[in-house]
């Protein structure tokens, strides 16, 4: 898995507390920089109706969905209640001096 | 507790509030009635999507039955005797009586009617429930009329669904505008031209001389002279709520079953909440406190968790700010707070088609926000909004007029 990492942006590219989406080979990804600067990737799509997270808020380690305010925490992928019941699926992401990357195996 | 906890009204928010106690830890009996025969699923899909795949479930069985939730569907609950502490219920069985020892009523809302309006009429029909929805479906296809009586938003939502499935759609609203309630002009305005763009003929000021229905459809008359021929007359002029059950039991309404900041009814064994019920709004600037009852989905979840918590025991008080959103078309609209007589409204353009309109009070505070755009485009500054309204924030108008100001940076301020 760890094999296979694909840029993604420069790290200035999302701002602390934020989030942006990623479009790769039909599949879509929501990549996270946390306020200690950290990033994280998730699937893009709410688990509820398949909405991009990506136009959501960031509050702390949770993304919120834009649609209906479903939350998730975004370093787990945890789904954290109702309506959102499914959790979402994480990805490993690296650093790598500026640049961003994910491992979507 | 022997009998454990009944409640009565098998929708979002009585199926929310049933998980909820398991998630608090309860474990006494638990029972969930329901006058429909379906397991209880979401509502707003029904105007937006009119889905031919069958309701949206809010759980699947098995969670009722991991959760040992008793489900009894199919049954409506028909009189309360607070003596005896138990309730009358019609299901397959005839009636029976249930026990309780506290009862949380979530009874819902149902669509108001037209004088005349019938179980019966087949042509002229309201949308309130799956079994509802299901029956509109073959009117929402290409050669088709359908003419929508209100300009609210499930009449809108409606109209929506049905242009994109091709039927022709009129829609009739007796005021001067669509959307008067809780939504600002300019905003009713993009919805309008939106509307009317995709086809949807709108008369505003329209009133009704008659309706007629026949064989394969309804005639309409209007005070205009004009004669419309519908296949399918669907009325959507609001929602009144169910409070017979606790009207009878003598409990106190007012516009709604009347409930306290906890969710308790006049009985302190009963609490009711969702579109069933009104509360009281924390007082405001001027002291005065308003009575509101809210027909939307967010807030009968959250009414759904507060009334788990004092079921059993708690003294939780209700602080959300009301939530609402619709869409039709690629619109989704946004509406954030409660708006009030008098507030200064402050524009926040965002590209095509896309705004939010912010309400101030005469203190400076943000007492709401709307907010139109195509997708999500909106949603985020209306989520900040709404902690800034939580906070009794008071925004720097100008900030808030430019989009070029970041509404998270106004929040931290
Ligand atoms: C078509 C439609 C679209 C909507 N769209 C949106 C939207 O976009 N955004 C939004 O925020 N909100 C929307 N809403 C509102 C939202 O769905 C409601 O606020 C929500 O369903 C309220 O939940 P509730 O459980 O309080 O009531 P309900 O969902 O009405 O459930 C009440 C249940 O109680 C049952 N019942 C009543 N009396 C008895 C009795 N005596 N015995 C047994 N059972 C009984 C009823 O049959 C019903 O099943 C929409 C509603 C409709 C109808
Ligand atoms: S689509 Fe994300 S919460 Fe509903």
């Known amino acids: 898995m760890s ?7 420069s790290r200035d590219e999302i701002d602390e507390e934020d989030v942006m989406r990623f479009d790769h080979e039909g599949r879509t990804f929501a990549i996270y920089r946390s306020p200690d600067d950290a990033f994280f990737a998730t699937d893009g799509l709410c688990t509820h109706e398949k909405i991009h997270l990506a136009d959501g808020l960031v509050m702390d380690e949770v993304i919120e969905c834009p649609k209906h305010n479903g939350r998730f925490n975004y370093k787990t992928g945890k789904a954290l209640g109702a309506p959102v019941c499914v959790n979402l699926q994480t990805y490993p992401v690296k650093l790598d001096g500026d640049t961003v990357y994910i491992a979507i195996g | 507790m022997a009998a454990g906890i009944v409640i009565v009204g098998a929708g979002e928010c009585g199926a929310r509030a049933a998980f909820a106690l398991r998630e608090r830890g309860y474990q006494g009996p638990l029972t969930l009635v329901g006058a429909e025969r379906h397991l209880p699923y979401e509502r707003p899909p029904l105007s937006k999507a009119l889905s031919m795949d069958g309701p949206k479930l809010v759980a699947s069985l098995d969670a009722y039955q991991e959760a040992g939730i008793t489900l009894m569907l199919a049954t409506e609950a028909r009189g309360i005797d607070r003596q005896a502490k138990a309730l009358r219920l019609a299901g397959a069985d005839g009636e029976t009586t249930l026990a309780y020892d506290r009862l949380l009523l979530t009874t819902g809302a149902r669509p108001r009617r037209l004088p005349g309006m019938t179980d019966a009429s087949r042509y002229i029909r309201t949308l309130r429930t799956a079994d509802d929805a ?26 929506a669904t049905a242009r994109q499935r091709g039927a022709a759609v009129t829609l009739l609203e007796a005021g001067p505008r669509i959307l008067a309630r809780g939504v600002p002009a300019e905003m009713a305005e993009i919805v309008a031209k939106r509307h009317s763009a995709e086809g949807v003929r709108i008369l505003t000021g329209a009133t009704m001389t008659a309706l007629t229905e026949h064989e394969g459809g309804a005639e309409i008359k209007l005070g205009s002279g004009e004669r419309l021929e519908a296949d399918l007359v669907l009325v959507g002029i609001g929602a009144v709520p169910n409070v017979e059950l606790a009207a ?27 579109d069933c019920c009104s509360f009281p709004l924390p007082p405001g600037a001027d002291g005065t406190s308003r009575r509101v009852r809210l027909e939307a989905w967010r807030n009968a979840q959250e009414q759904a968790a507060l009334a788990a918590a004092n079921l059993l025991g708690e003294q939780a008080v209700h602080a959300a700010v009301p939530w609402f959103w619709s869409d039709q078309y690629d619109l989704t609209l946004q509406v954030a707070g409660l708006a009030q007589e008098g507030d ?13 309109l912010f309400h101030l009070d005469s203190e400076g505070r943000l007492t709401a926000a709307a907010g139109i755009g195509p997708g999500n485009a909106v949603a985020r500054d209306i989520r900040l909004a709404e902690m800034m309204i939580a906070n009794g924030a008071r925004p720097d108008p100008t900030a808030l007029a430019s989009s070029a100001t970041k509404l998270k940076s106004l929040l931290a301020a």
């Open chain 2, 248 to 274: 009878a039991a003598g409990l106190a309404i007012d516009n709604g079953i009347a409930v306290d900041r906890h969710l308790t009814t006049s009985d302190p064994l009963i609490f009711a909440a969702g």
């Open chain 2, 134 to 159: 299901a029956a509109l479906t073959q009117a929402f296809s290409a050669g088709q009329h359908v003419v929508l009586i209100g300009g609210g938003f499930i009449g809108l939502e409606l109209a």
């Open chain 1, 3 to 9: 094999d296979s990492w694909i840029a993604v942006c």
């Open chain 2, 344 to 356: 200064r409204i402050v524009r926040r353009d965002m590209g095509a088609e896309a705004l939010i």
